[in-house]
């Protein structure tokens, strides 16, 4: 078995061992700009100046790139993608370049390897059978697959075309999600749990947690759409009662009995606000 360890005073570290630690460090992202836009007078893809990183490899360009789009002689549709493409043996070791997705639509496939050519892919556009020109629009052609690090606002957000189901994140952690051709904030579900001893009263319900208690947890009152509610008999041993289920009225979350008790019970519950 062989061990090594790097960097350290007086070592060489090769650029394979260097892509091994960075990539873990960085991966492939955008930092900066690099939003790719379609052409309408070429068959072209144009991308923004900005920053990135290739399998942990930066690379920065300060102007807009103009990429050449390969004629479309397969008789059908495919796609055109712009890459951010590392190669050990070119100048600069990383450069911008188009890949050729298969007739008939759907991904391609890129070259990804630990050492040799790298290629990170960061949107794509639809090249129509026999398309000469450029695209009918610039602004929603080009689906980005990799959105920058560093968006702080929804407005920011709003310029990039990403495909359906893209998640993205805003520098103060807010999450959005790509539905139906727009950015919509994704919730993160707030859970609320707790523990109390009610008295019943001889009835098959119990109310566990007041509707004031609710308002007082949520910040709002319960949303139908949103909330949710679970409780359970927290001591079976002391009371012999089953929890078969729970519900929500006005006056707040209820358990209910499967029998009619009389005499305290502890009844654990959980609340959930996806609002």
């Known amino acids: 078995m062989t061990q090594s360890a790097w960097p350290f005073s007086g070592q060489t ?14 991966g492939s992202r955008i930092y900066q700009g690099l939003t790719v836009s379609t052409s309408t007078t070429g068959r072209q893809l144009t991308v923004s100046a900005g920053l990135a990183t290739v399998d942990g490899c930066a690379y920065m360009s300060d102007a807009t790139v103009t990429l050449d789009v390969d004629a479309n002689t397969t008789g059908q549709a495919r796609r055109v993608y712009a890459v951010l493409r590392l190669d050990p043996t070119a ?22 390897t630990d050492t040799g050519i790298y290629e990170f892919p960061l949107a794509y556009a639809t090249v129509t059978a026999g398309q000469s020109g450029g695209w009918s629009s610039a602004t929603s052609s080009a ?39 727009v950015w919509k904030r994704r919730p993160h579900p707030a859970v609320y749990q707790g523990s109390v001893i009610v008295d019943p009263k001889g009835s098959s319900s119990a109310l566990v947690v007041s509707e004031k208690t609710i ?3 949520l910040g709002h009152a319960w949303n139908i759409n949103s909330c949710s509610g679970y409780v359970m008999n927290g001591d079976y041993g002391a009371a012999r009662v089953n929890v078969e289920g729970s ?10 009995l499967s029998a009619a008790r009389r005499g305290i019970m502890r009844f654990n519950w959980i609340i959930v606000d996806a609002g």
Do not use: C
């Not at 570290?13 to 960085?26: C, G, I, L, P, Y």
């Not at 998640?167 to 807010?174: F, I, Q, Y």
């Open 13 to 26: 570290v090769s650029e394979a061992q260097f892509r091994a630690w960075a990539r873990q460090a960085f």
């Open 91 to 112: 100048s600069p070791q990383i450069q911008l370049a188009t890949v050729n997705g298969p007739a008939g639509g759907g991904a391609a496939t890129f070259t990804q």
């Open 143 to 181: 689906v980005m697959l990799a959105l920058p690090v560093d968006v702080s606002t929804l407005a920011q957000l709003n310029a990039w075309n990403a495909e359906e189901g893209k998640v993205a994140h805003l520098t103060d952690g807010t999450e959005y999600v790509r539905r139906s051709g």
């Open 215 to 217: 308002r007082d947890l």
């Open 247 to 256: 519900d929500h009225t006005g006056d707040g979350l209820n358990a209910r």
